[in-house]
């Protein structure tokens, strides 16, 4: 069973910035898209972010968009969030995910991706 493990998650006030990273031990998905997905509390799990296996190409939930940026260090087998100017709204559950089927763009859904992590918490307060 692959596994995939969230860090940096926490509670932060609104306006403020946090980083998460997502990592998954014993194993490289350099060459596999990942993806950053959140749940909020009594809500459905919605994308946040996309990016290819190079890095060259990323997506964004209208929501986040200018805000958050996704990127990878293949090299470190690592794949991070940034998030800037954060609002309560954004709190939530964070998992990482993978998808390691060859597409010619970016999945936004759920079912496409195979490999998940157990979620980080990220709580913004007012």
């Known amino acids: 069973q692959v596994q995939l493990v969230e860090s940096g998650g926490g509670l932060v006030q609104a306006g403020t910035s946090l980083r998460l990273s997502c990592a998954p031990p014993?194993?490289?998905?350099?060459?596999?898209?990942m993806a950053w997905f959140r749940q909020a509390p009594g809500k459905t799990r919605e994308f946040v972010a996309a990016?290819?296996?190079?890095?060259?190409?990323?997506s964004y939930a209208e929501s986040v968009k200018g805000r958050f940026t996704i990127s990878r260090d293949n090299a470190k087998n690592t794949m991070y969030l940034q998030m800037n100017s954060l609002k309560p709204e954004d709190t939530g559950v964070y998992y990482c995910?993978?998808?390691?089927?060859?597409?010619?763009?970016?999945?936004?859904?759920?079912?496409?991706?195979?490999?998940w992590g157990q979620g980080t918490q990220v709580t913004v307060s007012p």
């Open positions: 995910a993978v998808d390691t089927s060859i597409r010619s763009y970016l999945p936004t859904s759920l079912n496409q991706y195979r490999y």
């Open positions: 014993g194993r490289t998905f350099s060459t596999d898209t």
């Open positions: 990016i290819t296996w190079r890095g060259d190409s990323t």
